[in-house]
């Protein structure tokens, strides 16, 4: 079974700066997407950026990026410019891409990181 | 339309009653979810509908209970629920597994309090 581990439990950045919020993930497959969303206090769950395992090329969503390393099985997000909407619960998930598996299509989610935006 | 909705925001209800929760998209998806989730916790995977058929049941209790009536609609109907049932509840939809960017939209949720 895959696992998602998000190591940091809560993080703070100034307004204005840049937050890497870390992600790791244990899988023996090779086709699989990773997600980030994000939960604000008003609890709906918004798509962040997407990750296609089979694309070298980093993922970029106007001030959203991610470092996909494959190999290190890590996937961390990056948010230059930060801003006082930017505050949410952050969660990091995994879907199995390889057909007949008994996680197919299914998200695994990590524990998610708390993120605090000061002004 | 690339919103996925659901009633009531709100629900409070004793261990006897029966009750039930609405989910709705318009966006075309075939896969529709169902979630529980604890405050400050990860969502927990309850039901996936696939074409309107019942494709995965995590071991959920049967005092919570799917249904599908359409491509665009999801039920969660609930009986004789106890009190570690208050949750945050979920929906969401995607394309069907398989398809490139299917991606699951969430819905804001329906916050249970069982009493």
């Known amino acids: 079974a895959q696992t998602v581990t998000q190591s940091q439990p809560e993080m703070s950045v100034q307004e204005a700066e840049t937050v890497t919020l870390s992600c790791t993930y244990d899988?023996?497959?090779?086709?699989?997407?990773l997600f980030w969303y994000k939960q604000p206090p008003s609890r709906q769950m918004i798509l962040v950026i997407r990750?296609?395992?089979?694309?070298?090329q980093n993922a970029t969503e106007n001030r959203f990026s991610v470092n996909f390393q494959k190999a290190a099985k890590s996937f961390s997000l990056k948010i230059s410019d930060s801003q006082l909407g930017d505050a949410a619960m952050y969660f990091c998930?995994?879907?199995?891409?390889?057909?007949?598996?008994?996680?197919?299509?299914?998200?695994?989610f990590g524990q998610g990181t708390i993120l605090t935006v000061h002004p | 339309d690339t919103e996925v909705t659901q009633t009531p925001k709100h629900l409070v209800m004793g261990m006897t009653n029966k009750k039930s929760l609405k989910c709705e998209q318009h966006?075309?998806?075939?896969?529709m979810y169902w979630y529980k989730q604890k405050a400050k916790k990860p969502p927990e995977l309850m039901f996936v509908?696939?074409?309107?058929?019942?494709?995965i049941n995590e071991s959920v209790p049967s005092r919570f209970s799917p249904e599908c009536p359409n491509s665009s609609l999801l039920n969660l109907h609930l009986h004789a629920l106890q009190p570690e049932d208050s949750a945050l509840y979920l929906c969401?939809?995607?394309?069907?597994?398989?398809?490139?960017?299917?991606?699951?939209?969430f819905g804001p949720g329906t916050r249970l309090t069982v009493l």
């Open positions: 969401a939809s995607s394309l069907p597994e398989g398809v490139a960017y299917n991606e699951q939209f």
């Open positions: 899988t023996s497959e090779s086709d699989y997407y």
């Open positions: 990750q296609e395992a089979y694309k070298q």
């Open positions: 998930a995994y879907r199995s891409e390889e057909a007949g598996g008994t996680s197919y299509g299914k998200l695994t």
């Open positions: 966006m075309g998806h075939r896969a």
């Open positions: 509908y696939s074409y309107e058929k019942l494709s």
